[in-house]
């Protein structure tokens, strides 16, 4: 996968302020998201597995807009957080955004796993904020895409997930599959 397949043009980039941090994740000022594509500044992002009662993860189909994965599968939804917006803000925005799941109207909420530095080579520096929750079968009905990022969605379990990153064809985001990975062992998937 070459690099240019993975971002799109930036022109079409959100005008919008983005948080800049440095590589200890220190506030250092902000600047314009198409700004912070073009230098690769350090910035935020949160990450949302979304796990259903059936125990299936929720995949989307990014958009092919987007300027970072268009058409690509993420197991994960999330987004860059803005100037003067925490993570959990964001990650609570952008599941209301994406898929129109309020977790303001939920029972269930955000549960933090961790955070970590991603660097991709002239592509993106970032600081991922990783977070889990699990929503009702009602909640799933819910689900539409309001802002045009996700063009499709599908449920899978965990195995299933697991072949298909088998698959060295695979268009997937490396954040939702390494944190699928990283959780195979544990109670949470």
């Known amino acids: 996968m070459t690099q240019t397949e993975k971002r799109m043009n930036i022109e079409k980039t959100k005008d919008e302020m ?21 230098n690769n500044l350090i910035h935020r992002c949160t990450t949302i597995l979304i796990i259903n009662e059936k125990n299936e993860i929720l995949v989307q189909t990014r958009a092919l807009t987007k300027e970072y994965c268009p058409g690509y599968l993420s197991a994960v939804s999330g987004g860059i957080v803005c100037e003067g917006e925490t993570v959990e803000q964001n990650a609570y925005k952008e599941l209301d ?14 549960q933090f796993i961790r955070k970590y530095f991603y660097e991709e080579k002239n592509i993106c520096k970032v600081w991922i904020y990783e977070f889990y929750v699990r929503i009702t079968d009602e909640e799933s ?3 539409k895409f309001k802002d045009h990022e996700v063009s499709h969605i599908d449920w899978y379990t965990k195995e299933e997930l697991l072949k298909i990153f088998e698959n060295p064809e695979s268009k997937i985001t490396s954040a939702g599959k390494e944190l ?6 544990t109670n949470i998937i």
Do not use: Q, T
């Not at 948080?19 to 594509?37: A, H, P």
């Open 18 to 38: 983005i948080s800049i941090y440095d590589e200890n994740d220190n506030y250092v000022g902000k600047d314009s998201r198409i700004n912070m594509r073009k």
């Open 97 to 110: 955004e994406e898929l129109n799941i309020d977790l303001n109207k939920s029972k269930h909420k955000l």
């Open 141 to 143: 009905k819910s689900i």
């Open 180 to 185: 699928i990975k990283m959780l195979a062992d």
